[in-house]
Structures are given as C-alpha cells and as structure tokens.
C-alpha cells in the first residue's frame, strides 16, 4: 500500500533527488525515469544549488539552441567573419554563447568528455551542442527539455575532427603570441585542444579566468576525449562555485552522468532485456570489465590477474577441490545463495574460463555463481552504431552492480563503476605481460581518473605537482600521473 508519503518519496527517487526535471515524455526515453527501477539506491544526492543550475542551464539552452533567432543570429556571425565580412560583427547575439563539443575515441572516452564539457559550460555561462559523429544521436536521449544538444549538421565550420591545436584560432596560439584578451573578441571562434596529448600551452585553458579572457569568445570550439573536470577543481577561479555545486567532491561524474546521459530506447532494451534474463534473481551481483592493451588475443598473465585479484579481495567464492566436494544431494529448492557475475570484454576467453571454473568444481561457500558476457566484438570498432549501443548497454549493466572490479586505464570501466555510484577494485595495468601484484587495489574513490592533467599551479604560475594542490584532487590508483577527486 502507498502512502502520499511514501508516493512523493518515490517520485523523488526517480527524479533522482531533484537532478531530473519532470515532464519529459516518459515514452521516448525510457531509461531517464526508469534507471532507478534497476539501481534502487541514489548514491549521492544533488544539492540545491546543482538544482538551481541545471534548471538555469536547460532554460539558457532554450533561449540559444538551435532553432532559435539567438542561434541562427550567432551561426551567421560565425560564417561572416570567417569569410572576414564585418557586416554581421556588431548583430546581437541575445547574450548568447557557446560551447561546441568534439567529442572523439571510444565511447567512454567520449562520455567522460560530455561530462566534463557539460560541466565546463555550464560554469562558463555556455549552451552546450555536441558534434554527433556516427553514433551520437543513436545512442542518447536529449537531456535538456524542448531544444537539441546536437550540432545542426549545417553548422558553418565543417570537418570538427580534424581541428587540432595547431589551427590559427587555438587557444595555444593566443597563448604563445601572447595576443591581447581584446583580440579574442575578433576570432570567430577558439578552439581549445584538450586531446589527453595535448601541448602545456593548450592546458593553460584550466588555469584561464573565464572572466578575463575566454568569456568574450562568442564560440568556443573544444576537442577532448577525457575527464578534464579535476583540471577544473585547480582552477581557482571556480573554486567557491564548485564547492557550492559539489559539497561532496566525489560524486561530480556519478550526478553529471545521471543528468546528462540516458540511453536512447534502443539500447535500454539491450540493457534491460538482459538484466532480467541473467542478472535480476540474483541475490548479488559482481561486475568484472576486462580491457586489455597489449591486444586483442587472450592473455593468460590478465587471466590470473582476474583470479587472484577476485581471490584476494574475496569477491569470488574458492572452489572444493574434488576429493573436498560433498556428495551430491538434492538441495532445498531456493536454498543457495546465487551470486551473478556480469564479465565484460573484447574476448570471450576470460568469461568462458571463469564459467568453467564454476561449473567444473561446487563452492567452498555452497553459493551457486553463474557467469554471463553479454557480447564479445572482438575488435573495438569505435564509430559503428551497433557496437557502440553494445558498448553503452554494458557500461550501464556494469553500473547496475553491486561491486565492479575494473581493469587499470579503462574509460569505459571509469563510466560503468562511476555511473553505478561504485568504488571499484581497479586492476593494475600489466607490464612486460606479467600479472601485477598486487594484482588489484580498492580505489580512493569511484571518480574517473584524468589522463592528460595539467602540471602547472595557476595561483603561482609555475610548474608543480598537481596531485598535491588541494585535499580533493589526488593521483589515481591506477596511473600515477592521472588526477581525480576524492
Ligand atoms: P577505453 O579504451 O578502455 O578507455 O574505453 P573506450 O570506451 O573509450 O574505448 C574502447 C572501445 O572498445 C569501447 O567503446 C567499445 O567500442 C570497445 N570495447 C572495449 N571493451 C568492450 C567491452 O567490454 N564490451 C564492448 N561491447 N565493447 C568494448
């Protein structure tokens, strides 16, 4: 029975504590409203002032998105003074900026990279659009209501993939020629290069005081394929609002993502389907994701790795040697505790060698653990629609978990234990093909980890160890020059 207590209670879980606005039409985007059915426990709540800001952000995107005169009055400026035409240079934008995101490489790669430009925009006072690629518009719903994200494909500067940071407009050369802030005003646009190889007059981007500098650029251009939002908590320009915005600094992806990201119909059937199939009648459910970078073929040295660090960590039940196993009885029905394990990866060899491990031999616990793998691509074939829904659909079940062990390096295993609101147990990168040991370590926190960090303090205009700047910002586990918070 329902109380109106207990009704407003649940509509607020699925509204994710205010982080979701109302009013969608629940049919088109099932997943938006209907995760919570799947990972019943909000993790960490949106505080008020996140609130207030996301619902500014969707008006500002109404205001300005395309379709709308501020839109088409901007785009046209932007052609006119690419073709150096001054004609249109003093039209009124509506106070109207923008943030055109590129986002590039695997699909983790580009969903750390929305993340952290939604978050940059939305601090920057910025409509956010997103240059689809291939597979962009298939794979997410829009998240703000009555207007697009999606570039509009006659957007005038064209070929956004190829922009790198040796363009003229570069934020990197205004660094390097050291051109006045008033000139900026005059570029078309600025593109900023954030590719996690970028150059360190590019990374001077985190240090920039948006109010002196990139605030008069009317279109901002950036290419990233990463977490760049600790690069944003060095930054003390946006100190006071950050703290504001996250008094919990370890959550900014797990809200950011659950605002930003829901995967489109076709792909929550994907995700849904097969939870119910192999994971919902399970009284625990682990999640193991194996990336592997020393290539595609199966690694017994990763395999071992898998073993021990599940061992150690006891996050998988040993098993009776032979002699050891009781003899065969007819079991209450019921009566064994079920344990799912969700492996996900390239190739099928580790799911299929963890499989017949539990069927070959009983547990020392008397738990029953079935072990499923949802695809095997073999290949990462970034781009294709098919296998990036694929992709998407595992990172959401691995998020669905209850703990996630996640290989060392992986974007996509950041997303699936980040998006989960989960802590992993992160496997060490191999070296030299060689199981690490230890082969795994519980991680400070269940934040992604920045690859490409800036080693520049803002404040004192020198180089130093950004790992050690601000309590919140630390190295990650998993690789010891990367950022994140905590
Ligand atoms: P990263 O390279 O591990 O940082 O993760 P990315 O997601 O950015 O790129 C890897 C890409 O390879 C994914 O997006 C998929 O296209 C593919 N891929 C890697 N691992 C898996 C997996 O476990 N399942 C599926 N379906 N695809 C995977």
Same mark, same amino acid.
């Given at each position: 029975t329902y109380t109106p207590h207990a009704i407003a209670e649940s509509k607020k879980d699925v509204l994710l504590g205010g982080l979701l606005v109302p009013g969608f039409d629940e049919r088109t985007c099932?997943?938006?409203?209907?995760?919570t059915l799947y990972?019943?426990?909000?993790v960490r709540s949106p505080s008020a002032h996140l609130i207030n800001r996301l619902r500014a952000q969707e008006a500002l995107q109404r205001r300005c998105g395309p379709g709308t005169a501020a839109y088409r009055r901007a785009a046209e400026r932007l052609e006119y003074s690419r073709r150096n035409d001054t004609g249109a240079a003093a039209a009124d934008d509506g106070g109207c900026k923008y943030l055109v995101l590129v986002p590039y490489r695997g699909l983790g790669n580009r969903m750390l990279a929305m993340a952290s430009a939604f978050l940059y925009a939305m601090l920057s006072g910025r409509a956010l659009l997103i240059d689809r690629g291939e597979s962009l518009a298939d794979l997410f719903c829009e998240p703000f209501p009555e207007t697009t994200w999606l570039l509009p494909p @006659?957007? %005038?500067?064209?070929?956004? @993939?190829?922009?790198?940071? @040796?363009?003229? @407009?570069?934020y990197r050369n205004l660094v390097q020629n050291h051109l006045p802030a008033a000139s900026v005003s005059e570029l078309p646009y600025v593109f900023v290069d954030l590719d996690h190889a970028c150059t360190h007059h590019d990374k001077l981007f985190y240090c920039d005081d948006d109010q002196q500098f990139l605030h008069r650029a009317p279109w901002l251009l950036m290419r990233t394929d990463g977490y760049f939002v600790p690069a944003i908590f060095l930054n003390p320009a946006y100190q006071d609002e950050l703290d504001r915005l996250? %008094?919990?600094?370890?959550?900014v992806f797990y809200l950011l993502a659950h605002y930003l990201l829901h995967p489109t119909n076709k792909v929550w059937g994907l995700i849904t389907r097969f939870y119910d199939s192999y994971l919902k009648n399970s009284d625990e459910r682990l999640g193991i994701q194996v990336r592997v970078f020393d290539g595609d073929t199966p690694f017994k040295h990763i395999l071992d790795q898998i073993i021990s660090c599940t061992s150690r960590e006891h996050l998988l039940p040993e098993v009776l040697l032979p002699a050891q196993e009781p003899p065969l009885t007819t079991p209450a029905a019921g009566a064994a505790r079920l344990k799912a394990v969700l492996m996900t990866g390239l190739n099928p060899w580790y799911y299929e060698s963890i499989r017949w491990k539990y069927l070959q031999s009983a547990t020392a616990t008397g738990e029953v653990v079935s072990v499923h793998q949802p695809s095997h691509e073999e290949h990462q074939l970034s781009g294709n629609t098919t296998h990036d829904m694929k992709a998407l659909a595992e990172m959401y079940l691995l998020s669905m978990a209850d703990a996630v062990v996640a290989s060392g390096w992986s974007t996509f295993g950041y997303v699936g234990h980040g998006l989960g609101g989960l802590t992993p147990w992160v496997m060490f990168k191999p070296e030299n093909l060689t199981t690490p040991d230890p082969p795994c370590r519980r991680a400070i926190s269940m934040e992604p980890c920045m690859h490409g960090p800036p080693f520049y303090d803002c404040r004192v205009k020198r180089g130093a160890?950004?790992?050690?700047?601000? %309590?919140?910002?630390r190295h990650c586990d998993d690789m010891s020059w990367g950022l994140k918070l905590v």
């Open positions: 099932r997943s938006r409203y209907d995760y990972r019943k426990k909000t @006659e957007f %005038p500067i064209k070929n956004l @993939e190829g922009l790198t940071g @040796e363009v003229q @407009e570069s996250f %008094p919990r600094k370890d959550s160890d950004t790992g050690k700047l601000v %309590p919140h910002v």
